[in-house]
């Protein structure tokens, strides 16, 4: 494809410039359109990398020198939780001083959307944007209202990494349906993003009304999302849409000996290994740690004297065995090298999930050749071409050994994920097999490069769309 003869100007919209699979793609993102010479910028709630092109977004209340001091002083209380009662009280009260307006929505159960900067994101990069790219927008630094403003001024491309922009208040909703038709009664307060009470009936109708007066290029990673998306209020104010997979750098993300692997990271090459990773796993509540650790455990009951070993990586804890089975963790890795390691080590790669969109670990993991057995939920199942007939797999659609990429079985089948493990790990023709399917189909769907280049091609579509619009749109309600 030939780049325009005058480069792209983009600002990139995240809540870090650092951070989990959404942030980690934006600025993916950022430094991909750099690198083929547009001109991008970033504007994020937490400028956690020291770039010149990297701005924070000013005017978060919890950054003020006021909610700072408070919260020093509540910090400075922590010492005495333990020996002083009515201390926790104490710093509950500080907490709340700190920024009265967030917690009063707290209190009510409102989304709080009060983030005075964002009206002036625009201002923040030296040269004004072609194009604003926003990314999850949930993480307590942006002023959703202002959607509204800002896609009257220029064209406005949001990325949906999870399901937050049309329901009550949740990423998932876990099964629930009622993001359908208006949210209320919602059965799960304590889904992340949580609330403490039950106003998700007016979040819901919160959002439609700046959906409604909007005018959004939405683009998601994987074709279930956007299915979703595509049911719901946001699309109210949607006039293009996009379904553009996620990429990897393939330079880094790369087959590689095995055993090298595991010398630099100083892993033992005897046991057969396989590969789990998450941040926080076991606290994260829409990955499915309890499934891949019973998985194991089967595993390790039925392999005899063969040692297996599973590296969690991206948590921290004591060692378990199960039988000739090692569950190990290691602490999150921010080198994407190190990362690519852990994977090049591995015999297989496995993935629990109670929900998930298009997890870049998966990505990750094809790309460096490991087969995957993973949970199909969300977009997981666009992921991995999972094996026809296989032990343990599930009883969706799948492939012949010359196509498949892995295994996928049922929402919490512990027994069909280990069921496949073992087959895989006792067959090293079919185990060699899916490896090399895994990085030929990384490189003709999951290619970063590709993926830049589909952003970038998308972004030329909507300038051309966003000036022949001249729809006028309804000015959003009180």
Same mark, same amino acid.
């Given at each position: ?37 547009? #001109?991008?910028? !970033? /504007? ?10 990297? =701005? ?71 040269? #004004? ?10 993480? $307590? ?41 208006? &949210?209320?009664? &919602? ?25 409604? /007066? ?49 010398? $630099? ?10 590969? =789990? ?7 994260? !509540? ?6 891949? $650790? ?23 804890? *004591? ?9 190990? =963790? ?5 080198? *994407? ?36 057995? /993973? ?41 069909? !994920?280990?069921?496949? /493990? ?23 769907? =999951? ?32």
């Amino acid at each position: 494809m030939q780049h325009p003869v005058a480069p792209l100007k983009v600002l990139v919209v995240s809540g870090a410039a650092q951070g989990g699979g959404a942030e980690r793609m934006a600025l993916t993102l950022h430094e991909g359109l750099k690198y083929r010479g547009h #001109r991008s910028w !970033m /504007a994020v709630g937490r400028r956690n990398i020291e770039s010149p092109d990297i =701005f924070a977004i000013p005017g978060n209340p919890a950054e003020s020198r006021w909610a700072r001091l408070v919260q020093e002083g509540s910090a400075a209380l922590e010492p005495l939780v333990s020996r002083v009662r009515g201390i926790r009280r104490i710093q509950q009260g500080l907490n709340l001083l700190s920024n009265p307006l967030y917690s009063v929505d707290r209190l009510r159960g409102r989304e709080h959307f009060r983030y005075p900067g964002t009206a002036g994101i625009l201002d923040l990069p030296p040269h #004004r944007p072609d194009v604003v790219h926003c990314h999850n927008l949930h993480g $307590r630094y942006f002023d959703l209202r202002q959607l509204v403003r800002l896609s009257r001024s220029v064209p406005v491309v949001l990325t949906l990494h999870d399901e937050w922009a049309f329901t009550g208040h949740c990423a998932y909703t876990m099964g629930c349906e009622r993001w359908r038709s208006g &949210c209320g009664a &919602c059965p799960g307060l304590h889904i992340y993003p949580p609330v403490r009470r039950d106003a998700t009936a007016a979040n819901w109708r919160a959002k439609r009304a700046v959906y409604a /007066a909007s005018r959004l290029y939405v683009s998601t990673p994987s074709q279930w999302l956007m299915d979703r998306a595509r049911e719901s209020i946001l699309f109210e104010g949607v006039s293009e849409s996009r379904v553009i997979y996620n990429g990897v750098d393939r330079s880094v993300f790369r087959p590689a000996d095995r055993a090298a692997a595991r010398q $630099r990271l100083g892993l033992p090459v005897e046991p057969r290994m396989l590969l =789990f990773t998450a941040n926080a796993a076991r606290r994260n !509540m829409f990955k499915d740690y309890e499934t891949v $650790r019973e998985a194991v455990r089967i595993c390790g009951q039925a392999s005899g004297d063969r040692p297996l070993l599973l590296i969690a990586l991206g948590d921290t804890g *004591p060692s378990e065995r199960f039988g000739s089975a090692e569950l190990r =963790f290691v602490p999150y890795e921010e080198s *994407p090298a190190l990362v690519a390691a852990y994977y090049q080590a591995a015999d297989l790669y496995l993935h629990g999930a109670k929900a998930d969109n298009l997890p870049t670990t998966i990505v990750e993991a094809l790309a460096s050749a490991v087969p995957v057995i /993973a949970t199909a939920v969300g977009g997981i199942s666009e992921q991995v071409r999972s094996l026809a007939d296989a032990p343990g797999g599930w009883a969706g659609p799948a492939v012949p050994r010359d196509q498949a990429t892995g295994v996928l079985v049922q929402a919490g089948d512990a027994a069909g !994920m280990a069921a496949a /493990a073992l087959a895989l790990l006792a067959d090293d023709d079919l185990r060699a097999c899916l490896s090399a399917n895994a990085a030929r189909d990384a490189a003709e769907r =999951f290619d970063l490069r590709d993926q830049v280049e589909n952003t970038v091609a998308w972004y030329q579509e909507v300038l051309r769309g966003h000036a022949r619009d001249s729809v006028t749109l309804r000015p959003m309600g009180p």
